[in-house]
Antibody, heavy 122, light 107 residues
Framework: EVHLVESGGGLVKPGGSLRLSCVAS????????MNWVRQAPGKGLEWVSL????????YYADSLKGRFTVSRDNAKNSLYLHVNSLRAEDTAVYYC???????????????WGQGTLVTVSS | DIQLTQSPSFLSASVGDRVTITCRAS??????LAWYQQKPGKAPKLLIY???TLQSGVPSRFSGSGSGTEFTLTISSLQPEDFATYYC?????????FGQGTKVEIK
């Protein structure tokens, strides 16, 4: 079964840092582009970042550039998001999601992990 | 960035009702649109991709249509388990933006 499990969230003070992890199983992780999406409490989904299968293509949401860094370790089937200089508005559940792109079409995010909660508060 | 606007943001409906949600893109996105369902405390679940392709395992009462800038998600006969929030997402370009969501509640 295809599965994604996030970890690394928690309570952090403003200005602090965290490293979020996402471990994949049930598929060939090294063949897929991966994404991070976040959701603030009671709000909608916000795309955060993307990293291609070989890490040669990386994108970030404009509002997060410079503070967030995405990486992956294909040998460990793992995706990471380093989040720095955290602010109260970064409080959210952070999801990882596999991007499927069959033949250049049929694009979608599936599956999603269960999410990890980051709370930024003093 | 491509903006997606869903309407309505909230709708109240009864079991058995036909429900339609619209998603409009600020510029053409071909058919690169997906729909997700999210229940409280859960991760989003893929329903439809490439505007009209039903994800495996998703009931056939869900359908999608559209291309270019206007898309719809239709639930032909609303079931109790369908009360949730629905999001559209464009995958034509980066960033992979989402609509603001449509919450479907029991009337």
């Amino acid at each position: 079964e295809v599965h994604l499990v996030e970890s690394g969230g928690g309570l952090v003070k403003p200005g602090g840092s965290l490293r979020l992890s996402c471990v994949a199983s049930g598929f060939t992780f090294s063949s897929y582009t991966m994404n991070w999406v976040r959701q603030a409490p009671g709000k909608g989904l916000e795309w955060v970042s993307l990293i291609s299968s070989s890490s040669n293509i990386i994108y970030y949401a404009d509002s997060l550039k410079g503070r967030f860094t995405v990486s992956r370790d294909n040998a460990k089937n793992s995706l990471y998001l380093h989040v720095n200089s955290l602010r109260a508005e970064d409080t959210a559940v952070y999801y990882c999601a596999r991007e499927i792109n069959d033949y250049g079409d049929y694009r979608r995010f599936d599956p999603w992990g269960q999410g990890t909660l980051v709370t930024v508060s003093s | 960035d491509i903006q997606l606007t869903q309407s309505p943001s909230f709708l109240s409906a009864s079991v058995g009702d036909r429900v339609t949600i619209t998603c409009r893109a600020s510029q053409g996105i071909s058919s690169y649109l997906a729909w997700y369902q999210q229940k409280p405390g859960k991760a989003p679940k893929l329903l439809i991709y490439t505007a009209s392709t039903l994800q495996s395992g998703v009931p056939s009462r869900f359908s999608g249509s559209g291309s270019g800038t206007e898309f719809t998600l239709t639930i032909s006969s609303l079931q109790p388990e369908d009360f949730a929030t629905y999001y559209c997402q464009q995958l034509n370009s980066y960033p992979r933006t989402f609509g603001q969501g449509t919450k479907v509640e029991i009337k």
